[in-house]
């Protein structure tokens, strides 16, 4: 039987880091309520005007080490899919192209998915499914980056559930009849009517950038009405992480679930959604020293979990995310190897 399975894994993060110490003095909200409640300690900032440290860079040097981990070179890449955040170094302009270049994968074809910051379940799906399919694709370079740090208005605290944005990159090789490390099924649910709640909202078709826009701060993240999704999404947000786990894991024709990975999101909801899923905080993991990366969550989460030696041969784990619009998806792993 043909399967899918990951062979690297690679990282980016910038070397500036913002501690909540630092967000407490900009936001205005205490530090140890950033630490407790938004479970964050620090993220990581890019440097773009210094370092260069935009999307594009930042997701291909992920993509490197990602090869180098696998032992790959770059000309053997079929494909490359850029899922991480819409904020990217231009505006309108696609990165993937520009990423498989500055990779040196100029054998392979590129394109990006988009599900904000639940993009890595689908491109899981796509790549996996894609792959299966067509026997040409033996290597797939999936890549995602996020700068969204830089659409912060620490002075809004309509957008401060967002205050956890980070920046850095994350990204895996995926490889055809590869019995290691197996990509199974994935799950999704969508609820379209948060779709406008959360945006930027200058910039684009409705409201182009003008010195009205820029002079009302219009091109940093904004939420239309806190209460009113906050009272829409609280009765369900668990249940829906929880169903896609378990409906992608039943579909992987799973029984159980070892260790579970998500994207970051406050503590209280990250302690319900293991409770909810019978597991300990020592069968997950928690990203506090890095904040939320938009898309890339998962895939920092599975390098880190692998460094660190908490993954077992045989172990059923679910990469899980959520993202604005609002969309949640899990993808099962099962870890080491080899399997029929």
Not at 43 to 60: L, Q
Not at 237 to 243: A, I, N, R, S
Not at 257 to 278: E, M, N, Q, V, Y
Request: net charge negative.
């Amino acid at each position: 039987m043909t399967v899918v399975g990951i062979v690297g894994l690679g990282i980016y993060l910038p070397e500036r880091v913002m501690t909540a110490e630092e967000l407490a003095v900009a936001s205005g909200i205490p530090a140890e309520v950033i630490r407790t409640k938004f479970g964050l300690a620090q993220k990581h900032i890019a440097d773009i005007s210094g370092k260069g440290e935009t999307v594009s860079m930042m997701a291909a040097e992920a993509g490197r080490r990602a090869l180098m981990d696998a032992g790959v070179g770059p000309e053997e890449v079929d494909a490359v899919i850029y899922f991480g955040s819409m904020h990217k170094d231009y505006y309108v302009w696609l990165a993937a192209p520009r990423i498989q270049v500055l990779v040196g994968a100029h054998r392979a074809y590129a394109f990006e998915i988009c599900g904000t910051s639940a993009g890595l379940p689908f491109a899981m799906k796509t790549a996996r499914s894609m792959m299966l399919t067509d026997p040409s694709l033996r290597h797939v370079l999936l890549v995602a980056a996020s700068t969204e740090s830089m659409l912060l208005d620490y002075t809004n605290h309509r957008a401060r559930f967002m205050f956890n944005f980070g920046d850095g990159a994350a990204a895996c090789l995926l490889r055809r009849d590869h019995p290691f490390n197996i990509v199974l099924e994935s799950a999704f649910r969508t609820d379209g009517r948060f779709a406008d709640f959360v945006r930027v909202p200058a910039g684009g078709s409705v409201l182009p950038p003008s010195h009205e826009t820029i002079e009302q701060r219009l091109h940093y993240f904004d939420v239309t009405d806190p209460a009113q999704m906050k009272a829409m999404l609280d009765p369900i947000t668990l249940d829906h992480f929880v169903g896609v786990v378990r409906e992608a894991i039943a579909r992987s024709g799973c029984h159980g679930l070892d260790f579970l990975i998500p994207l970051h999101t406050k503590r209280s909801l990250f302690l319900a959604l293991l409770s909810a899923l019978g597991l300990t905080e020592s069968q997950a993991i928690y990203l506090s020293d890095y904040g939320h990366l938009s898309a890339a969550d998962p895939l920092l989460g599975l390098y880190l979990a692998r460094q660190e030696g908490r993954l077992r041969n045989g172990d059923v784990v679910v990469l899980v995310s959520a993202g604005t619009g609002y969309s949640w998806g899990a993808t099962v792993i099962r870890w080491g190897g080899p399997y029929d």
